[in-house]
Structures are given as C-alpha cells and as structure tokens.
C-alpha cells in the first residue's frame, strides 16, 4: 500500500480500541517474570557455553604478544577468540566501530579476546588468565582541549547537513539590540538500560540464529551480516522482548558480533551478556558536546538572528551528536546559522542515545532562551509563544503539518500554575529551601518508514499479527494488538501479536520515534487486505462490509468473521510506503515542560518537587502506555539535569565510573509526582493511523526546564550539565 495523500476518514477513526487507555497485552508475562529476554533463551540439548569478554588494558596502541597457556589449560574451557583465529571481521554501516582489537586498540576495553567454556564461572575465571602485552600509544581524549581546532564536520554525518545558513545571521546578530552569546556543556551520558546487552548465538551450518537484544532488525541482519561476510538470509535474529535499549541496542554491539564468531570457533551455541564495566566503555554512549548559542532579538522580543555551533568527539569516521537540529526548526528568525563541529577522540564511540541531537541540543537551547527572555524582561512562555511559526524557518515555504506548540505552552502553563511564578530569581522560600519555577519547550522529528506485516484470520476468529518490529519496554505489543482489533472488528483479546523475529514483515523497529506510527502503519496495509480476503470469501462489497464486534455486515446480513476462515486460514502480508508528503509538510512532535525545584539554601541539595509534560504528538494510540513513555523520558531528564555524567580519565583514555555504583541514575526518592498529558491532535499528513512517536518527546526539555527551575530558586546561572551542588554553593544567595 502506497501512503501519499493526506487521509480522510478510515476504520481506526472509530477509536473502539485504538486510543482507548488499555492495559499492556505483555503485562501479565513482565509481571510474572515469563517474558523471554535474549539471556534467557535455553535448550537442554543446545549444549550451550558460555563466552567472557576480556578488554584491552590501554586505550590505544596495539596488542604486540598473547599468552593463552595457562587459560587454555583452565578447568571448563572449550575455546579462546583471538584476532588471530577469528577471521576477518567487517564492520556495519551505522556504527563505526571495531568489535575484536585487530591487533590495534580503538578505545579503552576494546574486546582482546573471548574466553569460552562450560560454564560461565569457569569463563570468567579463565578470562582473568589471559596475558597480554601492549605496545602504548598517544591518544586523544579530552573533547575541551579541542574546541579551537575541531573542523566542520563531514557532509553525510547522522543529524543532516554539517553547516546550514539563512539570510546573513553575522550582520543581523550585529546589529540587534539585545544580544546572548552564551556556551553550554553536556557530558557523556551513559544508556544505562536496565537489561545487559546479551547474545545466545548457535550455527546450524552456515545458518546463524541469534537470541539477542537489539531494536532494529533490519538493521541487524543488515550490519551482521557485513561484520562476518556472509549473506544477509544466512542470519535469523530473535528478539521477542528487550529490557529498555533508549538507542544503544539499536543495532549489532560487541555481544552480537563475538558470539557468532565465538560459536563459529567452538563449534557449538555460545552465550555472552556484557558485565556493566564493558557496556560503559565497549558498547556506544551519548557523547559530550560543547554548544555555543547567540540569539539577537528586537527590544520587543522578535528572535532577529539565531545561531547556533556544536562540537563533539568520536572515533575517527564517526558520527557527530547533532545538537543543532533543534535549532533549525524551533523559533522563528530570518536570519540563521548552525555549524556541527566533530573532533576525533580515543573513546568508545558516541552515537545513538534517546533523541540523539535535540536531547543535549535544546538543554543549551532552552537555557539560552530563557536567558534571553530575561534579558528582554519578558515572561519565558511568553517569548517563546512570540516567536512560535507555522512554517520552517529554514523553508518559508514549508508548513508544519501540525504543530500546536503555543497550546502545548499555554496549557502547560494554566495547569502548573505558571502564574504564581516570581520572575525575581532567589524570591521563593519554604522553610530551608529556596524554591522555583521553570519551563523549557520540546521538539522531536516526527519520523515515519517502510513497514510491513503479516496478519492470519482462523476459524475461531482469531488474529494473528506478525512483524519484526521489536517492544523495547514500550509497549509496541499492544498498540499493535489495537490496531488490528480496530480493524478487523474484533477485542483485543482475540488479537496474538508477535514481534522481535527477523523471519517476520520488516518494519523500522524501535529507534528514532518512528516505531509506533511506522508499525501500525504497516498492520493497517495488512488488515485492508485481510478486510478485502474476508469479504471476498463472505460475499459481501469489502468497500461497503463493516467489520464490528466480531462480524462482518452489510445490509441485514452479518456473519461471524470467524467464517471466513472455515475452509482454510487467511492468511495475507502488505507493507506500507510512504510518498512525498514529508517533503510538503515539516513533520514534528511538540510539547511544553514544567518544573518546580527546591534548593537546600545551605547545602546547594537540589530536589525536584513537581513536574508537567503536555505533548503533542497526533493521535495518542494508547494513552495509558504513551503516559508511561513520556514519564520514563522525564525521570531520564532529570537525570540528565542533576546527575549522570561519565567521568573521563584524560590521561588513561577510559570511563572511570562505569557501572551502576559510580554512574548515577535517578531513584524512586529523586523523583516526586510527574504529571503527563497530551493535546488533543491527529496529523493526517504522517499515515492513515494519524500518529506520531512520543518516546523522545517526554525526556527532550526536562534537563533545561530543571536548569530554568535552578536558576528561578537560588538566581545561580549554571551553564555545564549535570547541575551538582558544588557548581552552586560558592554562589548562592545569603541564607540569613
């Protein structure tokens, strides 16, 4: 089925099932602790062992001797993966990395070598008996020392084009009477997902199945297939349900790609799940950025020129984190510049992490607006309500397909309250505590793909829906389940979805907020050819058949739609593609977040006290687990706010706090009441289903709202992430 006119009126508009609060079809299986994560796969005749990972002791130079006696010697061991015996090894097409140190050493914990044996106790211990030699050399790993020399970035990068320019933003920023020429920092953030990456990998020939982790199948088979040479229907990956990736499961990792190779070498299915320390400094992060933002205006408060230049650092042949694609399409002016700068660090390489480019990018953007409304003496919902547009700013010619942003602004700011807000910093207090208000807008591409799916009618009346898009935590089971059930007629329970298998109808996966609207999309196509097979079978006019509470009916006829299916299953698989209307029309997510903060007027303790995201995101599919995506963003916000920061060793090139005890992530006593709702939209621009993601949109603008709420409470302007009580206390305000 082909997408491209704007859609009119269509089954799922009847909103039976689609945009009911439903509970998770997978819930009983989470709760219960059935559900099938990738490590728990297990077959008693698989004769499953069990790989260890050992990484490099540098973080650059090259391995120059092995020494595997006393290893291969160690109880249990079945095999030791070496570059000298694991073939030649390629690499993806979206990550740049290396899986296996060929001899040279990319980064700090780089994979040496993979121990296999019987037992994973017997791995682990063999592991540590490795020997290995170094030759040690420079490397690079300070992104600060490198903000005067680091060049534009290469044409091509992840995030759009290096360099953008509209009018003559030098002069009009020249020329403007009010002025902000401010620079903002944000560290290297770890995924910090809660399941470990982990792979079970078995041969059966030259067949290769693996039990893994990863969001995109496509992608995975893709990129496997180009790390081992072989052919992309050699590779069947399942991964029916993940424990939370936020990006860095998006496609092949270290565990992936060792385990195929180790159970190649040992000749029998292997299992590797990644210890913290070599997820942290192995597998891919967000990495730092240094963002300079200049923002000229009229004493009126109209935005003149906006430019914006951000610096980040990668391997070499990396990607750039694209902190300015917010910038580029947020606020009006005519006058614009944007610059993506990328220097070249001995790190693990920085890539993909939840909202790559407009998470770091709008906790400078949004901090330099509110700096800004102050400047001016304007209220900040009020500024950012003055320099709203309805078309890209990059292309006057352009029209948001939707984008109720002021809603987002003005509702937001009615339901929290925004009046009582004292727009004289350090004026708020509650017994020891200096209090605040602050808010921050939110942007998010709405992005849409190719996707397809498999749908099966049987006798009992039972759909069964089939695609390889993945459920990361997100619910992508359900909304599925609905939008067959709103299709074909039917409740959701006598819906079966099944997802996470790269046999089944590709779809996008998980990764981009493009899932959600991308795989109902697909099952849509599906159901309008299952609609068409059943009328047949039945008799009826498909385009006049109505397909309700278990029937299908036109006139005075209605027959159960289990009939249909008498003689045999129907079975049918469509994909939906999609035309040019995200080329006609600027297609983003919006929304508006609030925040109220107390500062310990003492002891610099920041503690958030209350907190409202509205979104605006089309048709909310399920409001209940769009709800929980959105507050799972916020709690990820905050602690891009106040504490999660990967400390770089600038001498010894590596991660120093990397697992669950250094890195700090929020608890349930850092986080207080989050208040979600959405505006009421359909974009009729984005599939017949209306929808848009909203995964990113709930954590994209919580940092810089806190960072507003901060400044609000205590009048300290804190410009480096994340915001710690020793960046406040020397500046606080008297606590007399």
């Avoid at 359900?478 to 590709?506: C, W, Y």
Wanted: proline residues 5%; negative net charge; hydrophobic residues 45%.
């Amino acid at each position: 089925m082909k997408f491209d006119t704007p859609a009119g009126i269509n089954p799922i508009d009847r909103l039976k099932v689609v945009g009911q609060p439903l509970d998770r079809v997978d819930g009983p299986l989470k709760v219960t602790g059935t559900a099938p994560y990738a490590s728990d796969w297990h077959d008693p005749q698989a004769n499953l062992a069990y790989g260890f990972i050992v990484g490099a002791g540098i973080a650059k130079g090259r391995v120059v001797a092995i020494d595997l006696v006393a290893a291969n010697a160690a109880p249990g061991v079945v095999a030791i993966v070496t570059h000298e015996n694991a073939g030649t090894l390629g690499k993806g097409e979206f990550y740049v990395q290396r899986f296996l140190a060929a001899p040279e050493i990319d980064h700090y914990h780089q994979a040496v070598a993979v121990v296999v044996a019987e037992t994973f106790e017997q791995a682990r211990a063999a592991a540590a008996l490795v020997k290995m030699k170094y030759a040690h050399a420079e490397g690079s790993f300070e992104l600060s020392a490198l903000v005067a020399t680091a060049p534009v970035a290469k044409a091509g990068q992840f995030g759009g084009k290096p360099e953008t320019s509209v009018g003559d933003f030098e002069a009009a920023f020249a020329g403007a009477p009010v002025k902000l020429d401010e620079t903002y920092t944000t560290p290297d953030q770890a995924h910090a997902m809660m399941e470990p990456h982990a792979t079970i990998a078995s041969w059966d020939g030259d067949r290769l199945t693996c039990h893994t982790a990863i969001q995109q199948m496509n992608w995975g088979v893709r990129d496997l297939a180009k790390t081992l040479g072989i052919t992309k229907d050699k590779i069947r990956l399942v991964s029916p349900y993940i424990g939370g990736g936020f990006g860095g499961k998006g496609t092949v990792q270290t565990d992936l790609a060792l385990a195929a190779v180790a159970a190649r070498v040992a000749r029998r299915p292997v299992k590797i799940a990644l210890q913290r320390p070599m997820m942290f400094n192995t597998t891919i992060h967000r990495p730092a950025t240094v963002q300079r933002i200049w923002i000229g205006a009229t004493t009126d408060g109209h935005i003149t020129a906006i430019g914006h230049d951000n610096l980040n650092g990668n391997l070499a042949g990396g990607r750039t984190e694209p902190s300015t694609a917010a910038t580029r399409s947020f606020y009006a002016g005519a006058n614009r510049m944007t610059r993506q700068r990328l220097a070249v660090l001995d790190l693990a390489e920085g890539n993909a992490m939840r909202a790559p480019g407009e998470a770091p990018g709008l906790m400078a953007l949004e901090i330099a607006m509110d700096e800004m409304a102050e400047k001016l003496g304007m209220d900040p919902v009020t500024f950012r309500v003055l320099n709203d547009t309805q078309v890209d700013p990059e292309h006057p010619e352009m029209p948001f397909s939707t984008r109720p942003f002021v809603e987002c602004l003005r509702t937001g700011a009615d339901r929290f309250g925004w009046d009582r807000r004292k727009a004289a910093p350090a004026s708020v207090r509650d017994g020891r505590w200096l209090v605040g208000m602050g808010m921050a807008g939110a942007i998010r591409a709405a992005k849409i793909a190719k996707s397809g799916a498999r749908v099966r009618l049987d006798a009992r009346g039972v759909v069964t829906v089939e695609t390889d898009m993945t459920d990361i935590g997100t619910g992508s089971y359900t909304i599925v389940a609905q939008t067959a059930a709103e299709m074909m007629g039917v409740g959701i329970e006598r819906v079966v979805a099944r997802l996470g298998d790269s046999d089944f109808p590709e779809s996008p996966g998980s990764g981009g907020q493009q899932g959600a609207p991308s795989v109902t999309a697909g099952v849509y196509a599906a159901c309008v050819k299952l609609r068409e097979a059943v009328a047949q079978r039945l008799g009826f006019n498909s385009a006049d058949a109505i397909f309700s509470d278990g029937e299908v009916r036109l006139g005075n006829r209605a027959v159960p739609l289990g009939d249909a299916a008498k003689a045999g299953d129907i079975v049918v698989e469509d994909t939906m593609e999609f035309g040019d209307l995200s080329k006609r029309f600027a297609q983003q997510t919006f929304g508006a977040h609030f925040a109220e903060v107390g500062v310990d007027a003492d002891t610099g303790e920041i503690r958030v006290r209350r907190m409202l995201a509205v979104c605006a995101a089309g048709r909310i599919l399920n409001p209940k687990t769009a709800r929980s995506q959105v507050i799972g963003g916020m709690v990820m916000g905050v602690g891009a706010a106040l504490m999660e920061e990967m400390a770089v060793d600038t001498k010894r090139g590596f991660f120093v706090n990397h697992d669950l005890a250094g890195y700090e992530v929020p608890v349930h006593a850092d986080i207080p009441h989050l208040d979600a709702i959405f505006v009421d939209e359909v974009d009729p621009t984005m599939s017949p289903i209306k929808a848009k993601g909203v995964g990113e949109l709930g954590l994209v603008g919580v940092a810089p709202a806190v960072a507003n709420a901060i400044y609000n409470a205590t009048g300290v302007r804190v410009r480096d992430y994340p915001i710690t009580l020793d960046k406040l206390l020397d500046r606080m305000p008297d606590a007399a």
